[in-house]
Every structure is written in C-alpha cells, then in structure tokens.
RNA sequence: GGUUCCGUAGCUCAGCUGGAUAGAGCAAUAGCCUUCUAAGCUAUGGGUCGUGGGUUCGAAUCCCGCCGGAAUCACCA
C-alpha cells in the first residue's frame, strides 16, 4: 500500500477512534503540501470538523498525535490554521529512491496479453498537399498519446486513415494535366507531396479567375444587383454587417442571399471545377488513366509524407486508405438502412434520423449513391473491427470535427458495434498564428518541412556557438541537433493543454531556453555528465543506498516528485494529455537545476552522501527519459 | 439563432475533482563561470484570474446572467 492510502486509511481509523464516527477513504481530502510550507503531505482538516466538533486547530493537533503513532513513515506533524501537515521520515524517502532505482520501467504499468487494445488514429491527412503546423499537433499528440496510453499498461494500435480520394486529389491531378508538363519529383528535385500541393494551389488561382469571370455575366439575372459592382467583396460587406449589431435591413437581407446565388452558380459552373468532377466520376469508374494518373500522383505523395514522418519521428501500425473503405461503409450504411437504423428520402439519398438523440438528421448516401465523409468512416470502422478486437477506439481530430464524431458515435451504436458509444474523440484545439487562422490563399501556412528544417538550422548554430559537441563527429554532432530542434518543437507544442487552442509566432522562433525541451534534454545530459565525471574518478553510481543517509531539503523535494512520478502517467492516460507530463518533467528539471547549483555531488566528501546524490541523479535522469519517451522526445547524453 | 469550447502578468502558458500568500517561461533590470555543462542559477518589478451575481467556513476553480473570441450546425472533407 502506498504511503498516501495509508495515510487516508490513518485518517479514517483516527476519526473512528477519536469521534466515533465513520468515513470513506476516499473521502479523505489529502494534497501535495505547498512547496513554501514545512511538510510533504497535508490533511484538509475542514471536512472533519462535523465529526470532531473542535476547532481546527484542536482537530488537527489530535489527528496529527494519531497519525504520528499510527505510521511509522510519519516522523513529525504542524498544523496551521485548518491545515495538517504531515512530514516523512528521510529513510522513508531513502527507501523509496531504492525501489525507484530497481525498477527499470519506473511509473510505467506493464503491459500484458491481458492488457486492453486501444488503437489510435492520428494523422489522416489529404492527399492533395504538404503537412502544415496543424498537421504537426496532431501527428505530435497523436504518437505521444499512444506512449502514455501504453505507458498506462495497454496494448496499442496506431493507425492512420488516408484521404485518397475525393474531389480535391482530383484538383491537383486536373491541375497537373493542364499545367504540369510532365513533371515529376525526379525531374524537379521536389518533395512529391509539396509538387502535388502546387499543383493544388494553381487548381486553385484558375479556378478563382473562372469564378470572377462567370459572375458578371450570371449577375443581370438578379435586379437587386444592379448597381453593384463586386459581388464577392459586396458579399463580405453584407456578411460582416449581418453579423454585427446593426444586422441588414431586408433589402440588404435580399441582396446578400442574390449574392450568395450568383456566386454558388458560378462555382459549380466554372469549367474547372465541372472538369474535375468529371474526372471523379471516371475515377470511380476506374477508368485506366485517371486511375493510373491518381496512382502515381498519390505514391508521390506517400514518398513525400514518409519523409516526413520519419524527420517528425512518428509512425504507425496499420494504414488505411479511404479508397479501400468507403465501399464498405456504403454497404454498411445498407445493412443499415434493411434493419431499419436509417432511412431513405424520396431522392434515394440515405439518411440517419438523430432526434431522438438531440440531433439533426445526418446525411449518409447522397441521393446518386455516392458516399460522404461519414460513411468512410463507417467503413473504416468496419475494416478495423474485423482486423483488431479493439475495446477502445481514440480518434485524434481537430475540435472543428465535434459534431461529426458525435453524430459517428451514435451512427456506429445503431449498427451494432459495442465500442460505438464511448468511442473517443481526442478533440484537440487549432494551431493560430497571431493574426488568427493559417490561411494557404493568404501564404500564411506554415509548412511542416520548413519549420523543422529552420529548428535544425536553429539548433546547429546555437550548439556551434556554445561548442558543447566539440569531439563529435560531423554525423553525432548532426545527430544531436536533430535532437534538441525536434524536441524543441515537440515540447513547444506538446506542453500546452490539447483542448486549447494555441498561438503560434512565425517571426518569433521556438525558445531553447527556459520553459523548453532543450532545457529539459540539458538537465537529462548533465546528469549523464555527472555520471561520467563520477566514473572518470572511479566512483560507481550504487545500486542502492543506506537509509540512513542525511537529505536536506532539496533532496527530499526531489524525492517527493520522483514520487508523484506515476500518479503523473496515471493522470496523463486517464485524461489524455501529454501536457500534464511534459510539466511535470518540466518542474522535475526546474529543481534538480537548483539542487545542482547548491549541492557538490561527484565532489562531495561524506561517502554516503556522495552515493545518496549520485543514485538519486541518475533516477532524476531516468525520469527525464521516460517522461520524455511518452512525449516522443529523445534525449541526448551531451549537448 | 441553436449547440460546444475558450477568456489568468506586456507576450506564451500552468494552476480548475473548491482549500493556505494565484505560479512558470519569454521580454526588462541587477548579479553568479580559476569546483561537477552558464541551453544553467539567484534577485527585482509586473495580476480588479473578462465582468456582475449566487452557492460555501473558503471560489481562478462549481452554478446563473452579461461582455469578448473561436468552432460547428453542407448531397465539403
């Protein structure tokens, strides 16, 4: 038994002894005592207070007498105001750092045959562009979570659903035809995946030229747009006003819903976006070149997407692609609709009525039996099912998908697969740059291969500069800033709460010093750097220390957060979030830091003591790395 | 308009199952390398925790109203 239940189990004997009256454990209100005051524990005295009838002082005094006898493990109390502050005896502690130090896996629950199957899907990226900025979160959470999902004692599964099909993988290829001149990543010397991107975004810039030109000509049909000159920029205009206090007049009301009908026209006439179109519908047909020609486009893509998995550090268990499964969630969507879970409207199109859920009707087949995103994933669910026996299924997605994965828990419960219901949405919030979203019309998308290219440039000047890595070869030295860039940047994102969004600066880069992960990595290589030195004077870090060895508080404090170590994993997997670990190990390394400053340790004389800093060093440093391992950063032994 | 989420130092973020004097980093200022890595350490300044009520012995934390911001409510994905 833990020290803390036995304290909360204390608490409960006291009170049946002293007051005569019953609690629950868990009831016990027992806390981390504040850093300023004098204590490792402390007992919320309050609630007790209808049991004990005393003022809280009085009642704190008598606990604290209790609990004193009662566990050996408490060697002194005091308490202030209504607060009871227990402190540990130092072997207590001493006798904690031993079993720290024995267990190599220290704060992980193993995971067994027995273990639950948890897959996680993460990434699912389009196959018509590069990874961004947002990408990036996601990849990063996504992997990460699989550690601490592991860490907690499941199996895991990581996996990725491709968009490889669709109107926009069209786009690119439309674009490529008619523009590429047969261009290839070989004879370009480009990333697949940033030359199909290109060929997107010039989809894109003809296809606003054709709209602008359509909407003059569709304009005369409408007579409340007579004098207007711009229908796009008039179309802003009105929406902003609508939005605003004042709100449009019916005239204005009028006018706007004409705008919004000229310009919808000419989107879907636009001879492009037709051409496009036609070419989806060839490819669901199968027809042999475009089917060819999305072939070679996407494997571009996919060469160019695993280099940069592999620079970010992510991977996966089992990829699907949405080619391959929204066939299936079509058929799924018809078993469905036989057993009665949905129905089908007079234009053939299938939908699910969700009223009685609280919500809208879903769309599921549109009325040309083509499917739409939710029956993709449908499909995809269904393949999963049958490859893995899943008890739990996490989907990391951008919070702008709440309703969707909403609507798909209840959709798969209807058709019967038990994990339907508590599926869960990972919901993780957008990455903003400081004037607000990314926008790639605006050139403001920050590509995922840039970005970590400039950290690793980043990190290579700073490094040279310091002239830490001297004595490194050109490929260890290269190494390590690859390291600290990418650690940089994972903790930079990883750190902040997942349900929030957050700010991204491109003009400012990622910090190395202070609150990073270049800070922590600097802890984790000094105390490696300890270690070495210790060596080099034919000192042994000890498997284990004598009991008896004065701390003072510095070291107990250290102590304490080994401690807390695994209710910290514990913690992170039960509400998904990296953050609460990286900081945690952010602290860790904030006071080892001080400890280090005030404390001689290869240097110190007293033997004991020397062996007690040594072993406790390098269990600061084991913590380091496991924390750091569920975030997905590695940790260098110099730097 | 309905639903959901967010608002803490100049900036980026912790703290939120109610608990003691609200914390870090960055930025600013002043110190610390002839002893273990200065990507470090120490010190100073910086706050009506959006706002107004309520519940409570106690509210940044829970409830309600308001203000401000975001997302979503497609035969898009």
Redesign the pocket.
Known sequence: MGIESQIKASVVKAVQELYGETIAAESV?LQI??K??K?DF?V?V??LLRMSKKNPVQTGQELGEYIKKDLSSVAEFEV????L?LSLSHSHWLTLLNNVATDEQYGFKPVTDASPLVMIEYSSP?TNKPLHLGHIRNNLLGFSLSRVVQANGNKVVKTNIV?DR???ICKSMLAWQKWGEGQTPESTGKKGDHLVGDFYVKFDQEYKKEIAALIPGHKATYASLAQVDDVEATLKQLAEKSKSKEGLNDAEADQMEDCKKVIDFAKNNAPLIIEAREMLRKWEARDPEVFKLWETMNQWVYNGFDVTYKTMGVDFDKIYY?SDTFSVGRDMVLGGLEKGAFYR?D?Q?VWADLSTNGL?EK?LL???GTS??MTQDIGTAKLRFDDYPINKMVYVVG??????FQVLSIVLDRLGFEWGKDLVHFSYG?VEL?E??MKSREGTVVDADDLMEEMVNT?RE??KE?G?LDGYSEEEAEQVYRI?ALGALKYFIL???P?????F?PKESI??????G??IQ?TY??V???IR?AADKGIEVPASVNAQVEMNEKEVQLMRMLANFPNVIAEAGSVYSP??IA?FI?DLA?EF??F??E?????EEDQAKRAMRLLLCQNVGKVIKQGMWTLGIDVP???
Do not use: W
């Open positions: 209100q005592t504040r300023d005051m204590g402390t919320v309050f609630p202030i105001k209504g607060f502050n389009n968009n669709g109107i926009h949405e409207r234009d199109s809208d769309l549109r009325s040309d739409v995103y919070n702008e998908q709440n309703y969707h957008m400081p607000g979203k990190s700073m490094s310091l830490k600290i750190k902040v709460d349900r929030k969004n957050m700010t600066n910090d190395f010093n202070g609150n990073t270049p800070f600097y290589a000094r490696q750097s300890l030195k953050a609460i900081n952010y904030k830091n001080q280090y400053h404390c001689p340790i290869v240097f032994n110099r730097m």
